[in-house]
């Protein structure tokens, strides 16, 4: 698993759950493990233990965990680039959702040796989509999830994201949008603001 996946999981724990949990998660899944360093890769058994030792810590199941990692992603304080590169995508969610597809030559314009499974995305009806992953990254559904969510919510929409399969060979997410301007949506500008003083 590369580096910046596991990164991710780690900040997750440390930001929400503390640096104390976070040792111990850390310490049961690899005795001497401290922490991950983006730009290596690990196995991926140490990322599955992660989120073992994880779940039993904390008292969560790993769905739900990857779950809130997506929520994370989007919504933290410190995971905002994340959100930047997200809301690059449209001024509104459906032209999010539409921008998906494009996603992982994006992340890979960024990290060449960090490769998504690829995305697709359908609409059967006008606000109803069906989200498709390749295979090769198993639990990826239940972070799109979380993520997508809290990009509803960014946006103002109002939607419905459910996992329909995920595992081994990819997965499919159902989204429904009832309203795209149901509330106001997190500030956003394309550039970032400057103090100058």
Same mark, same amino acid.
Request: aromatic letters at 6%; charged letters at 20%.
């Given at each position: 698993?590369?580096g910046l996946?596991?990164?991710?999981?780690?900040?997750?724990?440390?930001?929400?759950?503390?640096?104390?949990?976070?040792?111990?998660? @850390?310490?049961?899944?690899?005795?001497?493990l401290?922490?991950?360093?983006?730009?290596?890769?690990?196995?991926?058994?140490?990322?599955?233990?992660?989120?073992?030792?994880?779940?039993d810590?904390?008292?969560?199941?790993?769905?739900m965990i990857?779950?809130?990692?997506?929520?994370?992603?989007?919504?933290? @304080?410190?995971t905002? @680039?994340?959100?930047?590169?997200?809301?690059?995508?449209?001024?509104?969610?459906?032209?999010?959702?539409?921008?998906?597809?494009?996603?992982?030559?994006r992340?890979?314009?960024?990290?060449?040796?960090?490769?998504?499974?690829?995305?697709?995305?359908?609409?059967?009806?006008p606000?109803?989509?069906?989200?498709?992953?390749?295979?090769?990254?198993?639990?990826?559904?239940?972070?799109?999830?979380?993520?997508?969510?809290?990009?509803a919510?960014?946006?103002?929409?109002?939607?419905?994201?459910?996992l329909?399969?995920?595992?081994?060979?990819?997965?499919?997410?159902?989204?429904?949008?009832?309203?795209?301007?149901?509330?106001?949506?997190?500030?956003f500008?394309?550039?970032?603001?400057?103090?100058?003083?």
């Amino acid at each position: 698993m590369h580096g910046l996946v596991n990164r991710a999981l780690q900040r997750f724990a440390e930001d929400t759950h503390g640096l104390a949990i976070w040792s111990e998660v @850390a310490e049961a899944a690899q005795p001497g493990l401290t922490g991950f360093e983006a730009m290596l890769t690990y196995d991926d058994a140490l990322t599955e233990a992660v989120l073992l030792a994880l779940s039993d810590r904390i008292g969560s199941p790993k769905d739900m965990i990857l779950e809130d990692l997506g929520t994370y992603l989007v919504s933290h @304080a410190n995971t905002q @680039a994340l959100r930047r590169l997200l809301r690059f995508g449209g001024d509104g969610f459906t032209e999010f959702l539409y921008s998906l597809d494009d996603l992982p030559d994006r992340v890979r314009l960024a990290v060449p040796d960090l490769v998504l499974p690829p995305l697709d995305l359908t609409e059967h009806a006008p606000g109803r989509f069906t989200l498709a992953t390749g295979p090769g990254m198993p639990g990826l559904g239940h972070v799109l999830v979380g993520l997508l969510r809290a990009m509803a919510d960014d946006y103002g929409a109002l939607a419905m994201v459910e996992l329909l399969t995920d595992g081994d060979q990819g997965c499919r997410i159902a989204v429904s949008v009832a309203e795209v301007e149901f509330a106001e949506g997190r500030d956003f500008d394309l550039a970032p603001l400057r103090v100058v003083g």
